[in-house]
């Protein structure tokens, strides 16, 4: 019965041998409960995601069986790739708005998990033997309701890894042939790509503790000239988030005026520009304000992947500062495009 916390994935450097491997699947993680006439979708914090996909809803009803409960990926895809910014959409409180997008993009979910079927719990059998029960229980399984590739082969998987990313996926998941399915616990390793980029730092936020930054809002030039926010670098050791108060307040703005975000606190500005404080369903009433900079100042970051080529999909890691590069040469241009993959290849389907 709901919830079920999801089990977890720990980051490193290189695919590791030995496993069961996965593509990963850039998407919004749900553990699917279905009891006959009933579907019920939880999101990775236990919340329900029913409401957001009613079309999954009827499509899982009609292809899964009676009684199970699935690990897995909700997903839209778009001309043969992911879609994240597609998906973020459907997570509003018009239910009108809702059941449009629902026929406009509508979404997949591909299971990777088996957590019960009929009335069996499989929490404590081995992943291999869930994965075998999986693939049985889903065999001629139809779109848009998936079953996620797999491999035991570590070069398939670095094949994976490489070709994957055209189509929106996010790296590859190794995961230990005799785990228990852990709740809550990161019993599997992910493989992310990592690139880097040189970046404006044109203003910071506050950490929530106190005066000590909390998060450097990035910035890249268009081809316009524009400075355009393209994320956040936020994670940094407390001492060394009060140094860098001290380090940038030569470059400390009095106010937002002249600055070349300076009209992000007005709404419709935002639908022409990407400027910091944007407001969205997911920030709700969350201080959105911002430390002013003088965009003077390069830092190199790493980032894995760009949203619709635009900004960076996650949190970026701050590398170094680099005093040998111009603001103005910190353009799109620098970024790196994966090359494009069909997702219908992923799945071995044309549809």
Known sequence: MPPVKPMLAKSVATIPPGMQYE??????????FRDGPEVELGSRTGKPL????????????????????????????????LDFDALTERIHPADSRVRML??????????????????????????????????TALSGVRPPVHVAPATTDVEVAQQWFQEYEGA?????????????????????????????????VAGYRLHKSGPVVGSLLLGLHDDQGTLQHVGVSAAFAMK??????????????????????????????HE??????APSRWSGKKDLSWVPLR????????????????RF???????????????????????????????AEVFGVRD
């Not at 979404?107 to 929490?123: G, P």
């Not at 022409?272 to 404080?277: D, E, I, Q, S, V």
Request: hydrophobic residues 40%; glycine residues 4%; negative net charge.
């Open 102 to 135: 629902a026929e406009r993009t509508p979404s997949s979910f591909v299971a990777f998990d088996l957590l019960a079927l009929a009335d069996e719990s499989l929490l404590d059998v081995p992943l291999s033997d869930r994965r075998a029960l999986l693939t």
């Open 23 to 32: 593509a990963k699947w850039d998407g919004f993680r749900a553990i699917v």
């Open 50 to 81: 029913t409401r957001y996909f009613p079309e999954l809803v009827a499509a899982l009803k009609e292809r899964l069986p009676e009684r199970c409960v699935l690990d897995g990926e909700i997903v839209i895809a778009r001309e043969g790739r």
């Open 295 to 310: 965009p003077e100042r390069v830092a190199e970051v790493a980032y894995d992947h760009m949203e619709n080529g635009a």
């Open 168 to 200: 929106g996926l996010d790296g590859v998941v190794a995961k230990p042939l005799t785990v228990r399915y852990l709740q809550d616990e990161r019993a599997m390793y992910k493989v992310k790509h990592e690139r880097t980029a040189d970046v404006v």
């Open 240 to 269: 060394r988030r009060a140094e860098l108060v001290a380090e940038l307040e030569p470059l400390r703005m009095d106010d937002v005026t002249g600055h070349p975000w300076a009209a992000w606190g007005n709404e419709a500005a």
């Open 272 to 277: 022409t520009a990407r400027l910091p404080g």
């Open 313 to 343: 999909r996650h949190t970026a890691r701050f590398r170094r500062w680099r005093p040998d590069r111009t603001p103005e040469s910190c353009t799109y241009a620098q970024l790196e495009e994966p090359v494009r993959y069909d997702l």
